[in-house]
């Protein structure tokens, strides 16, 4: 099966409209106060009563930056007062102390990635401090077992201290680059410089990080297709291992900081299809893989070889390996999967102060899944993941007859085959590469929760 997406104008404009990005299902909006700690537990404690106890996997919010990027819709504190980080510091601990009683030991940490805001608005003496307490925590796998990533403003580190960062034990960067094109960035408040970029790869490089990652945004103020081109010549010219390219969702009237971009600034809608078309034929053309979504990878990446391998995943950070883990969220809005179950953390920092201070976990909401939601899960994980579903494997390890009980959905898909983006073939739905970029939509059809109102709380597709 080609993996290869095939760019259709019409129809990537015909099915681009708003749905989920499925690093969950149920996905977020199903989340709910209503889940307790005691459903936590019971989670945790049901994963290691299991024969073989799946590995852990931790993520790590750190809120903090020095400055206000325009487009950014993430949760996020402003501030230049470096004390905070010392207190959010201290009670990451009492966290995560309180998550490690719950875990049995024989469970490694196989993967931990740092997130945010900036990871490294924290010292490297802090980021040091912060690896020893979930050292002390949880069971650290060997060295070469481990993927360990954090997300880097350029902005903010320099060569020196990106050394620094491969000696504390992380192995993988994620550098946020978004666009290079000066007048672009001017206009998000993001102003950083090529040559600095250059630098840390080759500091990166230099001490044997195992893969770089880059973040590209389209459809920002003042983008346009010879700007973008320029970008992705100078970011090709780079070699990341991975290129993530997402869609610029403008909601001003949900993220204030948006509403610092100029509107007469803003890209007219054809532009974004414009420049989606121009990065799907400049990576691929470059030699990347089009892993699905917004994720490109070179052949010899991780990535890659999961996908090739059955194992790739989706979780709350997009595109992962390693989907035998348990992921626990550490921080401020902190999002975790634990067995069959989903928790996020408070997102206003004094409730999540106010919790640990209580001598309890933190956790504001969440799910549980019935039999219904992990059967639904598996089906638009394996199409989001792999680009097919084999219908006699779901039968089999669910006792259904698939077509029976997705009558509706194959429904659903009756224009997406008569448009040549999918087809339902000797009981496997294949998606063709004219559907691969529109897998939001294809996934959308087998979604029980997705009705009307529901469609208004994503982005569009494109």
């Known amino acids: 099966m080609s993996h290869t997406p095939i760019f259709d104008r019409a129809l990537v404009s015909k099915y681009d409209f708003a749905g989920p990005r499925y690093t969950s299902y149920p996905t977020a909006p199903q989340f709910h106060d209503a889940f307790t700690l005691e459903d936590y537990r019971h989670a945790a404690a049901a994963g290691n009563a299991t024969e073989r106890p799946a590995p852990l996997s931790v993520y790590v919010h750190i809120p903090f930056c020095d400055s206000l990027c325009y487009y950014c819709a993430c949760n996020k504190i402003v501030t230049r007062r470096a004390e905070k980080a010392a207190r959010y510091l201290d009670y990451l601990k009492r966290e995560m102390a309180l998550q490690a009683e719950l875990f049995d030991d024989r469970r490694p940490l196989t993967q931990l990635h740092l997130g945010g805001g900036t990871p490294t608005f924290f010292s490297d003496a802090q980021l040091a401090e912060l690896l020893a307490a979930l050292n002390r925590s949880f069971r650290f796998a060997e060295q ?33 680059i978004q666009d290079f094109d000066p007048e672009v960035q001017a206009a998000v408040n993001r102003v950083q410089g090529e040559d600095e970029v250059r630098a840390l790869f080759e500091a990166a490089r230099a001490v044997g990080f195992d893969s770089i990652s880059v973040d590209l945004i389209y459809g920002l103020p003042l983008q346009s297709v010879a700007s973008f081109d320029a970008t992705l010549t ?15 969702a403008h909601l001003p009237e949900m993220f204030r900081a948006q509403r610092l971009i100029r509107p007469e600034q803003m890209p007219p809608p054809q532009r974004k299809l414009e420049l989606l078309e121009l990065t799907v034929q400049r990576l691929t ?53 634990v067995g069959d179950s989903y928790s996020q953390n408070a997102k206003a920092l004094v409730r999540y102060y106010a919790s640990l201070d209580a001598g309890r976990l933190p956790i504001r909401r969440g799910y549980r899944l019935n039999d219904d939601d992990r059967l639904r899960r598996e089906v638009i994980m394996t ?80």
Request: glycine letters at 10%; proline letters at 3%; aromatic letters at 8%.
């Open 144 to 176: 070469g077992e481990r993927e360990f990533s954090i997300e880097v403003d350029p902005r903010t580190v320099t060569p020196e201290r990106i050394r620094m960062l491969h000696m504390l034990g992380f192995n993988r960067l994620s550098l946020g």
């Open 234 to 248: 100078q970011v090709i010219a780079l070699r990341p291992d991975r290129i993530a390219t997402y869609s610029y």
């Open 285 to 337: 053309a470059a030699g990347y893989d089009y892993i699905g979504m917004d994720h490109f990878a070179l052949p010899e990446d991780e990535l890659t070889r999961a996908r090739e391998a059955g194992t790739l995943q989706r979780n709350f950070q997009g595109y992962s390996t390693h989907a035998d883990c348990d992921l626990i969220g550490l921080g401020v809005s902190a999002i975790g999967r």
């Open 383 to 462: 199409l989001m993941c792999h680009g097919h579903i084999d219908m006699a494997r779901v039968e089999a390890r669910h006792g259904i007859d698939f077509e029976d009980y997705f009558a509706e959905a194959l429904a659903q898909l009756g224009g997406h085959v008569a448009d040549g983006l999918v087809t339902l073939e000797a009981h496997r739905v294949v998606v063709k590469p004219r559907g691969r970029l529109m897998m939001r939509s294809l996934a959308m059809a087998f979604d029980a929760y997705l009705g009307p109102r529901q469609r208004g709380l994503f982005s569009r597709i494109v």
